[in-house]
DNA sequence: CTCACTCGGATAGAAGTC
DNA sequence: GACTTCTATCCGAGTGAG
């Protein structure tokens, strides 16, 4: 049975519900719980020791952490300690409490804890007259600053030093030895932006980088392994640099090319080549990490989140390689990228292997084979129905122009032959199975929140197959910080993998998508699940508590929002620092974060 | 230049809730 | 009947390849 702990930590309220008892019905998540005016009073049913009725705030706090599974004499002495107004300090302070007596090490874990309730989120044809065209007619901060002060003299002096020793944390927390960002500081100045800072330390790094092994040890054997990458070879990305540039470039307004055809670091059945990928050392320390996004982002997007995350080159790969449907994607990951495996049984790779039964009305004029972009939005029935009455009010074979104005529809909206000139949306079910979830994954929420949720995942068996050079370096499982989860597609690859996930940590905003995961969860793991909702509220002191809790985290992967970087968005495509994609930075914050402590831990 | 592709968003109206 | 939630429908442009 999954043992779900829920410490969302938004709205500074914890509040709590009975959770399921494990036994997840196919056709229902656990009951909907947002909608109905949560407050204080409904925050915990009973106190601990029977002070339910008339319990005063922090009789009712108390009881609440005490409901979490945290003892009671731990919560009085967190909040004397923290007070009661900063829930998340007093729980980080209750995390660390409980480390002495948690056994994270082992491979299995029993606790239950409760979970909670959730507020609300959110979440002319000129040409041919066969066609007929009168129908188709109709028709937040990521970057905080502190305020500055007006003082002069000593304040100024002061001013600076605070600059200085803020400088050089930032580059303390990406990973790098403070003797190297002090030196940075001195050669580059104060005011030197803290890219450029990054690019020198690299710079000063090169000579004596060590780009062939990786520093990881598995939970046994401590064995280390080699990356592919060879130093003296190593191909520049971003074209042609040399010698004490940064890997990509260093300039703003580059923009990354896509390689053609874009297949990553080598697909399934390659034969072993060794990848020219630049990893900068510190890169290389624990966690393994992994980010997504979409290809196809505004220009730039990509030279900015490559420079964001230590300089590491993107492996883009499109998934049609993987399964029967387009899907662009860039990935930046320190993963080793020799003996990855593919997923069996391997995915249908084209439109009639994957759904036969379509062949029947395919037309011989739609060559397609593949689908195109699963996206969150689907053609409307109007649009169906509109095409089929073009074609019925056509010839056989329809004209050229009526021709090409369908195929133009059935190309964006990925439309299927149903029948004769009629055609179809993708179904929910179609779609999991394109994506590589099991079948009826999504299943529970309603279909346009189905739609939504499978247009935003991970497409599984590509995932997968980069992550598959995990599973023999942790045979016992693996803690995962899994951000911006959606609908689950890194546990789900990691599960189709074999590997065992001991903890996952998961964030994710949407709570049709938390449901889907949690249910799955339920169904299918023995480890525990704790959900985040606000990649904003895993704060530094929240991660250190959760490492010392869990001793680590070995992998860190998520997909950032991608709405303000897709082609697809006609209203809000304003690049990297849109409101949705520039929760990116929260990505490398937390990574950054992860890795400061991991490093200092030891 | 043309062509193909794209993890989307706003909104009016229907449906549900109290 | 007021209010909230859900659903269907409609809405181009940025980008890169050739």
């Not at 709590?16 to 949560?38: C, H, I, T, W």
């Not at 909206?413 to 000139?421: P, Y």
């Amino acid at each position: 049975m999954a043992v779900i702990v829920d410490l969302v930590s938004d709205d500074d309220v914890f509040e709590l519900d009975e959770g399921n008892d494990g036994q997840v019905g196919v056709s229902s998540y656990p009951a909907r719980r947002n909608a109905d005016a949560p407050g204080p009073s409904r925050l915990v049913r009973q106190d601990a020791d029977g002070m339910a009725n008339g319990a005063t705030p922090s009789a009712s706090l108390v009881g609440m952490y005490v409901e979490m599974g945290f003892l009671k004499e731990m919560v009085l002495k967190a909040i004397k300690e923290i007070g009661k107004r900063d829930e998340s300090a007093v729980l980080s302070l209750l995390l660390a409490y409980t480390e002495d007596d948690d056994s994270v090490g082992s491979c299995s874990t029993s606790r239950r804890i409760p979970q909670r309730v959730e507020d609300d989120d959110d979440d002319d044809d000129e040409e041919d007259d066969d066609f007929d065209f009168e129908d188709w007619d109709d028709d937040v901060d990521a970057g905080q600053r502190d305020p500055h002060s007006d003082g002069s003299g000593d304040e100024e002096f002061l001013q600076e030093m605070s600059q200085l020793d803020k400088q050089i944390k930032s580059l303390v927390d990406m990973g790098f030895p403070e003797d190297e960002a002090n030196r940075a500081l001195r050669r580059c100045g104060l005011d030197t932006p803290m890219h450029v800072l990054v690019d020198s330390i690299y710079a000063s790094q090169h000579d004596h980088e060590v780009m062939d092994e990786n520093r990881f040890s598995s939970c046994v054997g401590r064995k280390k392994a080699r990356f592919t990458e060879d130093s003296k070879k190593r191909k520049r990305y971003g074209g042609g640099a040399h010698g004490s540039q940064p890997p990509w470039d260093g300039g703003h307004e580059e923009s990354i090319s896509l390689p053609k055809p874009m297949v990553g670091f080598g697909l399934p059945g390659d034969r072993p080549r060794s990848v020219g990928r630049w990893l900068p050392a510190h890169s290389m320390r624990a966690p393994f990490f992994y980010y997504e996004n979409v290809a196809l982002a505004t220009k730039g997007a990509w030279a900015e989140i490559s420079r964001s995350i230590y300089g590491i080159e993107p492996e883009f790969v499109d998934s049609k390689y993987f399964c029967a449907a387009l899907r662009k994607r860039g990935y930046i990951h320190n993963l080793p990228t020799e003996g990855r495996s593919v997923l069996r049984p391997i995915p249908p790779k084209t439109i009639f292997e994957a759904f036969p039964q379509y062949e029947t009305w395919w037309p011989s004029w739609d060559q397609r084979r593949q689908l195109n972009c699963l996206q969150t939005c689907m053609a409307s029935a109007k649009l169906t129905e509109r095409i089929h009455r073009a074609l019925a009010n056509s010839t056989d074979p329809p004209t050229q122009a009526v021709q090409k104005r369908v195929l133009e529809e059935c190309r964006k909206w990925n439309l299927v032959w149903i029948g004769k000139n009629e055609v179809a949306a993708l179904d929910s079910l179609e779609m999991e199975f394109l994506l590589g979830y099991p079948r009826d994954h999504t299943r529970g929420a309603s279909k346009k929140k189905r739609d939504k949720c499978l247009g935003n995942s991970f497409q599984v068996d590509t995932v997968a197959f980069h992550l598959s050079v995990l599973k023999d370096r942790f045979p016992c499982g693996m803690n995962v910080l899994s951000l911006f989860s959606g609908i689950g597609g890194a546990e789900v690859a990691l599960h189709k993998l074999g590997i065992r996930m001991k903890t996952v940590v998961s964030v994710e905003i949407c709570e049709a998508s938390r449901n889907i995961l949690r249910t799955w969860w339920d169904q299918t793991q023995d480890g525990t699940l704790i959900e985040f909702r606000d990649v904003q509220s895993l704060t530094h002191e929240n991660i250190a508590s959760l490492i010392r809790q869990l001793g680590g985290f070995d992998l860190v992967i998520g997909g950032s929002p991608c709405n303000n970087l897709a082609g697809s968005n006609r209203h809000h495509r304003v690049g990297l620092e849109g409101d949705q994609s520039v929760l990116f930075r929260d990505y490398v914050r937390i990574l950054n974060s992860i890795k400061s402590i991991m490093a200092n831990v030891g």
